[in-house]
């Protein structure tokens, strides 16, 4: 693990949702993770290619398998993924960044 899971002091839960052939939510799993939540507004341009503002960031240490289908839950409140970038260092990857909306 990364030095950076010493600053992962929040807990946030990915939340996958199972949906059925119409699109209505079946059921869901949640995960808790460690991770370092930043609310603040960014620019950013998310999956389709769009200039959007985020409103906040998550950041996992080390590599993540989260998704852009997935959300991620804190303080009661479900929130998009609108971005994802990993960072690394040589051959790791140091962090997994989520922005959110």
Do not use: P, W
Not at 24 to 39: G, K, M, P, Y
């Amino acid at each position: 693990m990364s030095m950076f899971s010493a600053y992962c002091k929040d807990t946030v839960v990915i939340v996958t949702e199972v949906k059925d052939i119409y699109g209505q939510i079946e059921s869901e799993t949640t995960e808790d993770e460690e991770a370092r939540i930043t609310e603040k507004n960014y620019m950013v341009r998310n999956f389709e290619g769009d200039q959007v503002i985020a409103k906040g960031k998550v950041e996992f240490a080390g590599d993540n398998d989260i998704t852009a289908d997935k959300k991620i839950r804190y303080s009661g409140v479900d929130y998009l993924i609108i971005k994802i970038d990993k960072h690394k260092v040589f051959t790791d990857i140091l962090k997994t960044e989520c922005y959110i909306q």
